[in-house]
């Protein structure tokens, strides 16, 4: 069991913000990545085919032998990360909007949350929001998700997008922004250059260490040998892969 990968699904590039952090935090893993480039992007996607897709890519991992499931995408965990919890044989663990760090750590200030359609409408992310912060102010940004597709992490673009969007606050009102969205992620070092001092939160680290914990008390945590991480697409665009490897090699 220990020897088994660990698979991470998305609906495209972003979950490899993901497994770019699982890679350094475990370094003796073996992840397999499967995004479903060819039916992102997901949040304009009722719920009921969020969820078919999600299930789907789930089970070409579970076929693949992997010993637990991370849901890297905010908006599939939202919409089917219950659904899969409770039917398939392995731990699977999601990513979140980090609300409560949010909150903690805004000081009063406004919280930005910048996610994708699906995610802000679906209950896992409204109930979130009323038991943890009540303040917080949703942002739609799709754009974003296509812009990290097509490789675009910075220039004009993004920050023309990030400023009109932040245009309503000064810098000095905003006390958290959060990134409901890993595809989000890759674009958080030009958010900071915007907004340079202003605390961003992602929801990560939390899957990381629930992610170790599980495997931890199930015996099953790696913690030697050579980790690494095969990409799987379901896109047959013939550029994809190499996408792929770059964002994940990109620095975050």
């Not at 020897?3 to 699982?22: F, R, T, Y």
């Not at 899969?84 to 979140?96: C, D, H, N």
């Not at 961003?200 to 495997?215: S, Y």
Request: glycine fraction near 8%.
């Amino acid at each position: 069991m220990q020897s088994a990968p660990i698979g991470v699904l998305d609906s495209g590039m972003g979950g490899l913000s993901v497994l770019h952090a699982l890679k350094r935090a475990m370094p003796h893993e073996r992840f397999i990545y499967f995004g479903d480039n060819a039916n992102a992007p997901y949040g304009p996607r009722p719920p009921e085919e969020i969820r078919a897709l999600t299930s789907r890519t789930a089970q070409k991992l579970i076929d693949r032998g992997v010993k637990a499931l991370v849901i890297a995408c905010n908006t599939a965990n939202s919409a089917a990360g219950e659904l899969l919890r409770a039917r398939l044989p392995i731990p699977v663990v999601g990513v979140e909007p980090d609300l409560a760090d949010a909150h903690d750590r805004a000081n009063g200030k406004r919280v930005l949350v910048f996610a994708t359609q699906a995610t802000l409408a679906l209950p896992l992310y409204r109930d979130m929001r009323r038991r943890l912060c009540p303040e917080a102010i949703s942002i739609p940004a799709p754009e974003l998700v296509m812009m990290v597709e097509r490789g675009v992490l910075s220039g004009e673009e993004p920050e023309a997008f990030f400023r009109e969007k932040l245009r309503p606050w000064a810098a000095e009102e905003i006390g958290a922004i959060v990134l409901g969205c890993t595809h989000f992620i890759f674009l958080r070092p030009l958010l900071s250059s915007i907004v340079p001092g202003v605390p961003v939160f992602d929801g990560v680290e939390p899957v990381i260490d629930d992610l170790r914990e599980t495997l931890l008390r199930a015996g099953a945590l790696s913690q030697t040998g050579e980790g690494g991480a095969e990409l799987l697409t379901s896109s047959d665009e013939p550029d994809i892969r190499a996408r792929m490897r770059a964002l994940l090699a990109a620095e975050l």
